[in-house]
């Protein structure tokens, strides 16, 4: 039975929360702190896994700049995405080790919380063969993951859409996950409601312990 510990920090900055994110992962390398998840917002970014390509930012930096939208390579896997209020990112620090440095199974388990969270909403979001992630049909995007792993402790994760109107307008600046036919959507979107993220993330802390407790 694996004991997670969940913080919430609100909305921060990306170097912030990366900051605070590594600090955390050091910690629970060395045993002085049990599982936890980091649950946040990011101020507006855009961020560049191992795989993403140039072209796959439709922006200049200067029109990034003129939006307020920053601009960072991120050490996970995956191409290019956008972070922004309206969007919940959760980072979980694990370790590893006592599931056998499954990567697979914890990707895997992190797809399965956010269609959980979704299903709280009427939503069934589901996994599309070939295509990371989570997604409403076969081509609309609701939920992203890109991890990175070290020495079997886990950081980065998933991050999830609530909001619509702000959501698309930081995803119509790129191609989302290189995936040129992708498109994005949200729980507000596939709900037809708005909902409030404090709520989404008590539904999302609960299926992280169906899922990984």
Avoid at 5 to 16: A, C, P, S, T
Avoid at 46 to 55: D, E, F, N, V
Avoid at 119 to 125: D, K, L, N, V
Wanted: aromatic share 6%.
């Amino acid at each position: 039975m694996r004991s997670i510990e969940f913080r919430r920090l609100g909305v921060v900055g990306y170097g912030e929360g990366i900051r605070r994110m590594d600090e955390l992962a050091g910690a629970r390398a060395e045993g002085l702190v049990p599982d936890t998840v980091l649950l946040l917002e990011h101020t507006p970014v855009i961020t560049l896994g191992r795989s993403a390509k140039p072209g796959h930012v439709l922006a200049s930096p200067e029109e990034l700049g003129l939006r307020g939208i920053e601009l960072h390579e991120a050490g996970r896997g995956g191409d290019v995405t956008y972070h922004g209020p309206g969007q919940v990112v959760a980072y979980p620090v694990f370790d590893l080790k006592p599931d056998r440095c499954d990567v697979r199974r914890y990707v895997s388990g992190l797809e399965e919380v956010m269609i959980r969270t979704v299903a709280a909403y009427g939503i069934a979001a589901a996994r599309v063969r070939g295509r990371p992630g989570v997604w409403v049909g076969e081509r609309r995007k609701i939920g992203a993951v890109g991890v990175r792993i070290t020495r079997w402790i886990t950081t980065h994760g998933l991050a999830l859409n609530v909001s619509h109107a702000p959501v698309e307008e930081g995803f119509s600046l790129i191609v989302p996950c290189g995936l040129p036919d992708a498109e994005v959507t949200s729980i507000e979107a596939q709900a037809a409601a708005i909902p409030d993220v404090s709520t989404v993330l008590d539904e999302l802390q609960g299926a992280f312990r169906e899922v990984f407790g």
